[in-house]
């Protein structure tokens, strides 16, 4: 693949990045705000009854300083603008894996490779992490663990990309003896196996308050998945359309159509006079 195409499927992945990052925003925002709101409203509620058990009899009440950024403009121009810029990225650094995976995996089509790309990528980046350490709604989780927290679901994160990538090695390098099926069942459960080795080696968390609405981490967790399910998704098919008109697009229309003869059209024509003729 030349560098030309290289470039034109870059842009094409980020126009897609940046589309599939409208429709995960609509998502995040009808969602996953709600959550959030509820979860800031626990949280808020939790602080006020623990300072004012601690206050001293006779103190005033303590001037809480203002955030920089009001929570209206986190949960509309902030939420836009990282999710859109998220999408931007995101679509980029997709469609540079798309040319190094296109005609590696398989023969399949531009628009179909685009797809399993995406349904592969959601897997490995997000649920796979996903499932070991969930996300988490604001109020859950200690301050001073953040760094552990996040160490765990980086590492998580790398194992899970890392073992997609062996898994789709082992299936075609067993392929040619087992048939592209069992090969592929095989690299499966191989993945499947190690998947669960890394869940059971690799620490837990759990630091759930344990009065905080269990509705709400519930419905949290899905918004998320929803989230990056709508970008990957919406990616993979907007990507995928645009990747099959660059790198096979449809037949051109015949010449007789247009009115214009070809050179073979021409020759058998003279031919045939030539044929009268005699």
Not at 70 to 80: H, I, M
Not at 89 to 104: N, P
Not at 203 to 230: C, G, I
């Amino acid at each position: 693949m030349n560098s030309t195409t290289v470039r034109q499927l870059l842009v094409r992945g980020m126009l897609a990045g940046l589309a599939a990052g409208v429709l995960a925003l609509l998502v995040a925002y009808f969602l996953g705000e709600p959550q959030v709101d509820a979860a800031i409203a626990y949280e808020d509620a939790h602080a006020s009854g623990h300072d004012h058990g601690a206050a001293e009899p006779g103190a005033g009440p303590e001037q809480e300083e203002a955030p920089l950024v009001s929570r209206d403009a986190q949960a509309t121009g902030g939420l836009a603008t990282g999710i859109l810029l998220y999408g931007v990225a995101f679509g980029g650094i997709a469609a540079l894996a798309y040319c190094y995976a296109l005609g590696r995996t398989g023969r399949f089509s531009p628009r179909a490779t685009a797809l399993l790309l995406a349904v592969a990528g959601l897997v490995a980046v997000y649920v796979v992490p996903f499932l070991k350490y969930p996300a988490n709604p604001p109020a859950v989780g200690a301050d001073d663990s953040v760094g552990r927290r996040t160490t765990l679901y980086l590492l998580m994160l790398v194992l899970s990309v890392l073992l997609m990538v062996a898994a789709v090695i082992l299936g075609q390098r067993l392929a040619p003896r087992l048939g592209n099926w069992n090969a592929t069942v095989v690299a499966a459960v191989a993945l499947i196996a190690a998947i669960g080795l890394a869940y059971a080696f690799l620490p837990s968390v759990n630091e759930m308050p344990s009065d905080f609405p269990p509705t709400v981490v519930w419905k949290f967790r899905v918004a998320a998945l929803a989230v990056q399910a709508t970008l990957w998704t919406a990616f993979g098919l907007l990507f995928g359309e645009l990747a099959q008109r660059l790198l096979a697009p449809g037949p051109a229309a015949p010449a007789s159509a247009t009115g214009r003869d070809t050179a073979a059209d021409r020759d058998t024509a003279a031919a045939g006079r030539g044929g009268t003729a005699g």
